[in-house]
């Protein structure tokens, strides 16, 4: 009984958060994605536990997650090279979203 209760629930808030997703104002401007449009519905789709379409969705959840995680942590407890680690971490995880957003926007270009 409580076991359906919880997860009629999480359905429901499933489906709130589904139905009320920030609007994008760089799309809603200018007709195009922005790097960051994607990362609702992807985050939707993980905490649902469909990873393979919360990548499709967009792939860098995953690495800015795990950026956040790390950046909690040091934040907590100091390393001895923790700014050195949060730099990279910070430079790849940029550069993933940036090479991620240039092959779905080359990917999806219609002529």
Do not use: E
């Amino acid at each position: 009984m409580i076991f359906s209760n919880v997860f009629c629930s999480l359905i429901n808030v499933f489906d709130w958060l589904q139905n009320h997703l920030i609007p994008c104002p760089f799309k809603a401007l200018t007709g195009f994605d922005c790097p960051g449009c994607g990362f609702q519905r992807s985050f939707i789709a993980l905490i649902q536990g469909d990873f393979g379409k919360s990548w499709n969705l967009y792939p860098a959840l995953i690495p800015l997650l795990i950026l956040f995680v790390f950046a909690g942590v040091t934040h907590r407890f100091n390393f001895k090279k923790q700014p050195l680690i949060f730099r990279i971490l910070v430079l790849l995880v940029g550069n993933f979203i940036l090479l991620s957003y240039f092959l779905k926007m080359f990917t999806h270009i219609h002529l």
